[in-house]
């Protein structure tokens, strides 16, 4: 049983800085890529950012030089950092990660539950 557990969301007035986390748990062997994305109503499911194992980063343009991704992969979770945040940032955040389980050769996808952000102007 894998699970992914995000927190960090919540109402942030523009300008602002947020934090988010998706930990992963369960039986795992290693986990691969992580990735952010987001989706607001009306709007196509976009890729935020992304990190490899091996600490290759990709960022969506609207977000760069403004948002941070990090993992710690000790305690199996990655990290959103976002500042100087807009109102069109608001959107449900979904953490992905592509790991393999314990014992496992197949790479699965798992996915969080989404965590709301909202920003206010």
């Known amino acids: 049983q894998v699970q992914l557990v995000e927190s960090g969301g919540g109402l942030v007035q523009a300008g602002g800085s947020l934090r988010l986390s998706c930990a992963a748990s369960?039986?795992?062997?290693?986990?691969?890529?992580m990735t952010w994305y987001r989706q607001a109503p009306g709007n196509q499911r976009e890729l935020v950012a992304r990190?490899?194992?091996?600490?290759?980063?990709n960022y969506a343009e609207s977000v760069k030089g403004r948002f941070t991704i990090s993992r710690d992969n000790a305690k199996n979770t990655v990290y959103l950092q976002m500042n100087s945040l807009k109102p069109e940032d608001t959107a449900v955040y979904y953490c992905?990660?592509?790991?393999?389980?314990?014992?496992?050769?197949?790479?699965?996808?798992?996915w969080g539950q989404g965590t709301q952000v909202t920003v206010s102007s």
């Open positions: 992905n990660a592509q790991l393999r389980r314990l014992l496992a050769v197949a790479i699965q996808n798992y």
């Open positions: 369960g039986s795992i062997g290693s986990i691969n890529t």
């Open positions: 990190i490899t194992s091996g600490g290759s980063t």
